[in-house]
């Protein structure tokens, strides 16, 4: 016989089995199941707590719930379409294993505040779990670039070679914004970290509870003020994603540079084989796959954001169906963005870094004329005229086909009578990098403080 659908008593015939399968969710929200059991635990202790349940029946209820997380862990828990979602699969069993006390547990609540309160103990975990794995890539950055920062590479813009910095520098850009990820995470817990239950189903419950004593079982920061807005709103699954798409955006760019300095025209990197894959019929082809995922992953969860907004946009207050829909992109968000990490940092680890094609890359591109022109200004010359100065000079260098600092002083001195001997150590490399040398600059010496200075943010809890 099919389950009794739990509000039957008001139809007069059993939902449709297209209808069924279309409105079930069983099938994606049984990933909140221990979530859902915390939920229950924390709201029937306090029932019991207010005498609202007896103590005999919390006792059932905790036994019940125990055994039903054994099968779920097991693999033996039997999930059934008949009962829609997450929430009346678990009570259904309970009512099974412990009889009435599973019957109270759902009293004072509804599924709208329950199910609000499984995603954000579900999104919370997430969050403290995806804050670690951006921690482990962080430190896989800082390792690679402690042994850099005097390994010379073009800085690009227009990605055409513009000046030079240090490879240590270049991946300490991405350090900065994964510390801003990670600001952005911390933020966004926050809101998340708010106790929706005692909402019931919008409107609030007659029964005298209390949803402080909930909260602070389950480590929620405080309660939701407004029933309505508790039951209705998923603002903070939206925010919690738009983070996940900005780290995702940082990862597809530094993808992007990874797969463009992988490619023999730059050669200024290997990434470990285990990372890339070959072709099924040209034999000497080794692709970047994993950044070329990653790049490829990061639409996939900016499409979850788009998805979460809509989803949002035309609801009326308080609780829609329509936030049935929140869960897929979101899960789906959490485990792109925490395989992505994971797998990054190992890849980052694994990096073959080939210095030499950096500097001869560097070399190529008339890096350090803006050094020349600053040197001009330096010596009084106004700063437009010396532009104009070394625009010539590199012209001239560029007919010549070598770089500026290997044109003799004499006809240096052709372009500009205050060019004298010292101009040398200004047209190296190494005098361009070590010149930059303030807070956020490519000298070696802030770099290295600069690694150190985010070593120190790291080692803070
Ligand atoms: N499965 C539902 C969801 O994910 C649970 C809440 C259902 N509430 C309701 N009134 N039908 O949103």
């Known amino acids: 016989m099919q389950d009794k659908d739990t509000w039957s008593g008001r139809f007069a015939e059993p939902v449709a089995e297209l209808v069924k399968r279309y409105t079930a969710s069983v099938g994606f929200d049984h990933k909140l199941a221990m979530f859902d059991i ?30 039903i997380e054994n099968e779920i862990i097991a693999g033996e828990f039997v999930w059934s379409l008949d009962l829609e979602d997450v929430h009346l699969n678990i009570e259904k069993r309970l009512t099974t ?9 759902h009293t004072g609540r509804s599924r709208n505040d329950q199910v609000a309160t499984d995603i954000r103990l579900y999104l919370r975990h ?35 070679v513009a000046q030079p910095i240090s490879f240590a520098h270049h991946l300490m850009a991405y350090f900065e914004m994964l510390k801003r990820d990670t600001e952005r995470l911390h933020d966004c817990r926050r809101r998340v970290n708010r106790l929706p239950l005692g909402a019931a189903a919008l409107a609030g419950t007659s029964y005298p509870i209390k949803r402080e004593m909930v909260a602070e079982i389950l480590g929620f920061d405080g309660v939701c003020e407004n029933s309505l807005d508790a039951v209705s709103d998923r603002d903070f699954a939206i925010e919690f994603t738009a983070c996940a798409a900005l780290v995702m955006t940082h990862l597809s760019r530094f993808s992007e540079e990874l797969i463009l300095w992988m490619n023999p025209r730059f050669g200024f990197i290997d990434i470990a084989d285990r990372f890339c894959t070959g072709s099924s019929i040209m034999p000497q082809k080794k692709n970047p796959d994993v950044p070329e995922l990653v790049r490829g992953k990061t639409g996939r969860v900016n499409g979850h954001l788009v998805a979460l907004l809509t989803l ?12 049935q829909e929140d869960k897929e992109p979101l899960f789906d968000t959490v485990e792109t963005l925490t395989q992505t990490l994971r797998i990054y940092a ?15 890359a560097a070399l190529q591109g008339y890096a350090t004329a803006t050094d020349l022109a600053d040197y001009l200004v330096k010596k009084g010359v106004p700063f437009r005229d010396a532009h104009e100065t070394v625009a010539v000079a ?47 600059g490519t000298a070696p010496n802030q770099v290295e403080a600069a690694i150190v200075r985010a070593r120190v943010s790291l080692a803070k809890p």
Not at 148 to 159: D, R, S
Not at 312 to 323: H, V
């Open 38 to 67: 915390q939920g229950s635990l924390a709201h029937a202790q306090m029932l019991a707590s207010c005498g609202i349940i007896a103590t005999h029946d919390l006792n059932d209820i905790k036994r019940g719930l125990a055994q």
């Open 97 to 105: 294993l412990v009889g009435d006390a599973g019957k109270r547990l």
């Open 126 to 160: 997430a969050i403290d779990e995806l804050l670690v794995l951006i921690k482990s890539l962080q430190n896989a950055l800082l390792n690679l670039a402690a042994q850099h920062t005097n390994t010379i590479m073009p800085g690009f813009t227009h990605l055409q």
């Open 312 to 323: 949002m946009k035309g609801q009326p207050l308080a609780y829609n169906k329509d936030n």
């Open 346 to 360: 190992d890849m980052i680890a694994g990096i073959q870094v080939k210095p030499e094609a950096m500097r001869s």
């Open 394 to 440: 590199v012209r001239f260098a560029e007919q010549r086909g070598c770089d500026l600092s290997a044109v003799s002083l004499s006809e240096l001195q052709q372009f500009s009578t205050h060019i004298a001997e010292d101009v040398y150590q200004v047209l190296s490399l190494e005098g361009s990098l070590a010149s930059r040398n303030h807070i956020g």
